[in-house]
């Protein structure tokens, strides 16, 4: 079986306005800027994950996703993050490319879509039937590896302000992984900033926004000065992950 390719695009933040700002950049433009910069990896990807924060509080930001992506031949896996609104990016992003949540195969691997977003909050949760979803998607008979994917960091990165708004029920996210020994990594986006930390065996990243970065290992939110970046991750037929943050600086 082949090497599986992905482009992870995260926290676009995304508003109907085109020239529109979050925290003084414009969304819409330095997404653009990835897109052109990632080109060669974009075509060479098998599918592209959208891993939450798609838009910023503004349905409209959609049409844009669906502008810049929506004729890619390949799929465009979506989970809302927490200036997403799920029912309105399911309708917006319902169609192919795009998927929405479930689960997907590629190769020997099955990516695991998470909805961790809590209505009206910052900070994220997976409800049981999520946590469900996830151990039934994994269960025998599934591929011989998974990356799960949610849009805040399961465990802490080393901020204390982004921390205060990750995953508040990490452990039992941990406990269900600990019984699905199939699963290689967990990725996501949600603190603007490049990380990979380890559970166990299980590696854990954080990618950088499309947008504006958050300075890591700083006990506030501070702006970092680092430009717009995206993953790109190899999925091995033998479970091996490679991956390497592009940054557009
Ligand atoms: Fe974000």
Redo the contacts with the bound molecule.
Sequence with gaps: MAVIRLLQLT?T?LVGDPLGEMRGVRTLETLRTVLRGAAADLEAADAVLLT??IVHDDPDGYAWVRHELGSLAKPVLCIP?N?DDPQLLREALGEPPFRHLGHHDLGAWRIVMLDSTVPGEAAGELPATELARLEAALGPGSPSHALVVLHHQPIPVGSAGLDSVGLRNSTALQTIIAGLPTVRALIG??V?QESEQRLGAVRVFTTP?TCMQFRPQVAGFEIDDRGPGCRVIELHPDGGLQTRVRWFD
Aim: proline share 0%; net charge negative; no cysteine.
């Design positions: 926290d933040h939450g924060d993050g200036h986006g949600h603007h926004s």
